[in-house]
């Protein structure tokens, strides 16, 4: 299994803005990022954890729940196997521990929608959102 470090996280006041990043290491002998869904999580305190953002390793793909759009942009540097997670116009409602998720050629919506075919979790990164 791949393993994946989340970094960014921190506080920011409302309107503002964080960039977020999950490095991804471990891959087995012939497989790279571009082999790999990666998806944001999001777990706001006292509520379930939810995906707002994947993108797949395969053709760049992007996709964005209903919450985010507009506001969120994920991307990727296969060279230095990171995805990135830009957060702007933040909102109170973002605040919550952000985690990334691989899943080895499995479509970024299967995950995204139905959170099924991860391989592996980061730990998290927490974002607080003050008003």
């Known amino acids: 299994e791949v393993q994946l470090v989340e970094s960014g996280g921190g506080l920011v006041q409302t309107g503002g803005s964080l960039r977020l990043s999950c490095t991804v290491s471990?891959?087995?002998?012939?497989?790279?990022?571009?082999?790999?869904?990666i998806v944001w999580f999001h777990q706001a305190p006292g509520k379930e954890r939810e995906g707002v953002s994947g993108i797949s390793g395969h053709d760049a793909s992007t996709y964005y729940e209903d919450s985010v759009k507009g506001r969120f942009t994920i991307s990727s540097n296969p060279a230095e196997n990171t995805v990135y997670l830009e957060m702007t116009s933040l909102k109170v409602a973002d605040t919550g521990v952000y985690s990334c998720a691989a899943g080895r050629h499995v479509h970024p919506t299967v995950i995204l929608k139905m959170g099924y075919g991860v391989d592996s979790w980061g730990e998290g990164t927490l974002v607080t959102v003050s008003s």
């Open positions: 471990g891959f087995e002998s012939g497989f790279t990022l571009e082999d790999y869904a």
